[in-house]
Each structure stands twice: as C-alpha cells, then as structure tokens.
C-alpha cells in the first residue's frame, strides 16, 4: 500500500451528470438546493451544469438559471462543462468559476459520433478555447483526455493511442506556452479494470514521470472502486466522483452508461484506509439521499443506504 | 500484479442470499428455474437455500420443494446452508449436496443476536457437526468466520481477534482430526477496505504461510469489488458471489446489510485481467436479468444493465 497517497482532492460531478441524464423533468429550485447542500460537505468543486443544447440534453435547459441561482459558499468553486466553444462563450455570460480544461477524445469514432468533429478537428479547437482562456483570463488547468479506456465502438483505446493523444496534448502545451496540471484520463463508457488502469498509469509514468494524473471513472461493468483503489495505489491523488452515483453518458452511443463512481462511497473507501478527503461523510450521505429523494427513484450509491 | 491467481473459483450464493432477502413471494418454479440457469453458466457450486425457521425467513418457506424439484446438471454442487444443528438435520433429509462446512463468528454480540449462543458454545455446536459428518460420511471442507471484518454491533473486529478464532479453528482441526481446505472471511456486514483485506490477509499469511483463504464479500458501503481486487492481488483465488448481486444478510441487525458483490461483474472483472473463471460472462449476465425479472425490481448488478 506504499504509494497510497495521503489526501485525495475530489471533484463532485453529480449535479451535472445527474440531471443531463435524468429522463424526468427536476425542479430548478431542486438542482440548486442540492448544490448548495454539495457546497457544505467540504467537497472543493462542484460541477454545476453542462453547456449543451437543450434539444440534445433537456436536462441541462434550466442550465442558465441554475448557475444564476446558486447562492455560493466560499471556498468552493462551482464549475459548468462545455464540450465546444458555443458552450465555452455561454459560460463566459455565465457566474459559475470558470476553469480552463482541454478536452480531448482517444477514440476517433467516438469523438466524430459525440462532437461531429475528428480528433485533428478537435484539438483545432482547444487552440481557439486556450485563445479565449488567454482573452478573458481564465486559467488553465487540467487537460482531459475521454474515452481513454475505450468507447463502446472500438472498444479497448490501445495503451500506446493513449500515450499518443497525451503526447499532442505536451505538444499544445509547447506550442500554446500554457501549463496543464495534468492529465485526467475518462473512463467515459465505464470499461476499464484496475490492469487497464495500472497499463495506462505505468506507461505514462515512464513516459513522464512527473506528470500528474486524475481520474474520471464511471461503474459500468462495476469495476469503478476497483479502478479507483488500483489508481489510489498507484499515488493517483485527484478524482471525479458522482454524489449517490448520480449520471451517466448522454451520448455514449447506446443504453447502459452508468453512473459514475459515487463519492460517499469513495470517500469512505479512502477514509478507511487513512486518506484524507476533506469531505465530511455523513454530509455527503445525506446529499446523496437528497439526489435520490430528488430524482424520485433508487440511485446506485451504497453507503447512503446503510448505517454507517 | 504479481500475485494475481491464474484462476478463480466462484461459489454463486445469489439463490440462497435472494430468496431469504426478498420481501415478496417469489414462485418456487421461479426459483428451480434460475438455479437450473445458473448451473448452465459454468459455475462450479450453487447455494440453493437455507434450512431456516420459515417463520424467520419466510422466503426460505419452500426450501424443501426448491431442493427436490432441481433437475440437476453433472459437475455442479447444488448446496444448502445450514446455521444450526436442526438445519443439517434437515439437509440430511433432502438431495442436495452436503458439503462439510465449519461456521463460526468473530463478533461476541453478533454471535449472540445471530445465534442465541456465545462464540464458546457456537464452537461446542462445531463440534456436533463434525460428529454428524462423520457419521453422514460429509467430506469437511471450508470454515468460515463471520463477520471477520466487523458488524453493525462492535464496528470493526480487530485483526488479532480474527487470528484468535483461527488459532481455535486451528486447534479444532487437531481435536477433531479434520483438515479444512482452507478458511473463508465474510464480510457479512460489508465493513470491509482494501486495507483491512489486506491487514487480515498479511497476519493471516504471516501466522499460516499455506493457509488458503476465501472470502464472502458484502457491497454494502460499496468498496466491495475494490475488496475482491485487493484479494485477487494477494493470490486469494476463491470467492461467493451472488448472481445481479441478489442479497443482504436477513440477521444484521439493522436495515442496510446490502447484496453480495455481483457474480457477472466479477467475472468481467477477472477476465479483463486475463484471471480465468471457467463462467460465461454472457450466460450469466442473462441469469442477472432473470433474477431482475423474478424479484420484480432493479437488482445492483452493473453489467447486466449494459452491452459488453
């Protein structure tokens, strides 16, 4: 257990994967509330809303007045996602933090199918998103690279096609004269195991030996806290999780995207094993029996569901 | 990854851990006719029932008629759980396979509320059950140590007093001139990290450097398949496993003591990292959705609810 690291940072994404995945319609009123009730757990980031097209995600068609409404705590930053640079000018309108991510796909039938754009396209397009960043002072931070386990049309993204995508995002750092934190590596379909987690780390460790890695996992096949313990092993200190197990892909391309991990469960994981998170547990529960209560249907998370 | 088995063997409890969970009647036909599916799957042992007071367990009313009415497969166990001394009685009295099992538990209070007898005298009855085998000529095989990770009554059982009750397993081996296969931990309350896996496993090695080890693994605060992970990493090679993850523990003493960790997802888990189980992962994932069908609601399973 000797390179588990001390404190994880966690990243709550349960608002906006939830309620983009969610068929029925929830109350603006209620996405907020349970936001602000997210803010009191101790988690440092909340991912709010996406800014996507309310045809494509009726979900996210309050997206606007949610990020006006939210009354915010300080000390935590209260995020929203674009996936193209309609979404990146919306937010700038938007009072939701801003923070500079680089998207990027390792499947190319995925990104075409998700983005309509091909992988040369899409980088073409983070040059105009880091252009922005700079023109309106955004910082930038992580740089993320999805689909990086494989996607449910090629299946398993080849080791080296991972190295390769990270290895043009270094390339963007060069070129641009920016600086990533690191690279997030998205399981997006849910298809890694905890070997296609330690293939991945390892050979990107060698490759670059200081990089810093997180981690955005969905629990499709149920291999997610396996993944996420192999990756704790391996010092990886940074995730996404869902409060409940909130989410889901809206564009993976056919049924059964599942949730993400779910961050009480994390949290309790890493507590019980002497990592600190910062985010109190029984907050967090009671958040996650909220979403459920909000939803109006049984959500995947565990420990909400037992005395603990 | 070193010590990763080459192959597992899963034990499917999803049988007997559902159908004395569940709170609506499920037909007896239905039950005979997922046992009879899952034996097609290539798992090697299924628990079909407990011989339980039906008034304790109401869905375990019709566990005789269950274990009379299986047509059974060749090379598959069909097995029964017996907690009690009136429970093998009864066992002796039906077809099933009789597989010599030691059953004891390292939470005092736990025991008590569980078995209305101390860990002493629950040692006392291990004895008559040792004596029935003989006679009954039931090869022994495994002991078991409930609640090795820790109930809802002490919080977590610590490792030395795990060792003490196998010290007494140990000393019974001798007495009773009987030797076990191997000694299985159940988490029967879902208590369990990847670090307290491998705190028990560390001393249990360092005491009986041979000794084999199984675990039954609740996922019930959902670090579940982490547990399996951490265990696969140490060489364990056997595990229960219940189907869609069908289960909880009936006698835990509160609500919440949620399903088994799910058969299918252990397997895909165990296949992607090249661990062989001799199950086909798409025949039971189809008995995962026969289950979902049978009790009438959705079941914890992941893989089950997408393509693979």
């Not at 009354?71 to 309108?93: C, D, I, M, Q």
């Not at 960043?133 to 299946?155: K, L, S």
């Not at 050979?203 to 806290?225: F, N, Q």
Request: aromatic fraction near 6%; proline fraction near 4%.
């Amino acid at each position: 257990m000797s390179d588990l690291p001390a404190r994880v940072r966690i990243h709550e994404e349960g608002p906006r994967e939830g309620f983009q995945i969610e068929s029925g319609v929830i109350a603006t009123a209620d996405k907020i509330r349970f936001i602000e009730a997210l803010a009191c757990t101790g988690v440092p980031q909340i991912d709010c809303v996406s800014y996507v097209s309310a045809k494509r995600v009726p979900g996210m068609a309050d997206a606007d007045d949610v990020a006006r409404g939210i009354h915010k705590r300080p000390g935590v930053r209260y995020t929203g996602l674009w996936l193209n640079t309609r979404g990146l000018e919306r937010a700038l309108e938007l009072p939701l933090d801003r923070v500079g991510a680089v998207r990027v796909t390792a499947s190319e039938t995925f990104c075409r199918r998700n983005t309509g754009m091909s992988i040369d396209q899409t980088f073409d397009e983070q040059r105009n998103w880091l252009r922005l960043y700079r023109e309106h002072a955004i910082e930038v931070e992580w740089a993320y690279v999805m689909t990086a386990f494989g996607c449910n049309f090629e299946g398993e993204i080849p080791v080296n096609q991972v190295v390769r995508i990270i290895e043009r995002l270094k390339g963007l750092e060069v070129e641009q004269a920016v600086r990533f934190k690191g690279i997030y590596l998205a399981d997006t379909v849910g298809r890694g195991s905890p070997l296609s987690i330690e293939r991945r780390i390892g050979a990107l460790r060698e490759r670059w030996p200081d990089l810093r890695i997180g981690l955005h996992l969905h629990d499709t096949r149920g291999t997610g806290m396996a993944n996420a313990y192999a990756a704790l092993r391996l010092g990886v200190d940074q995730f996404d999780s869902t409060c409940a197990g909130l989410g889901g892909c809206p564009f993976a391309g056919h049924q059964g995207a599942s949730g993400n991990i779910c961050t009480e469960d994390l949290v309790y994981m890493c507590h019980e094993m002497g990592i600190e998170t910062g985010i109190d547990l029984r907050a967090m529960a009671e958040c996650a029996r909220m979403a459920e209560h909000i939803v109006g249907h049984p959500l995947p998370g565990k420990l909400m569901h037992t005395a603990f």
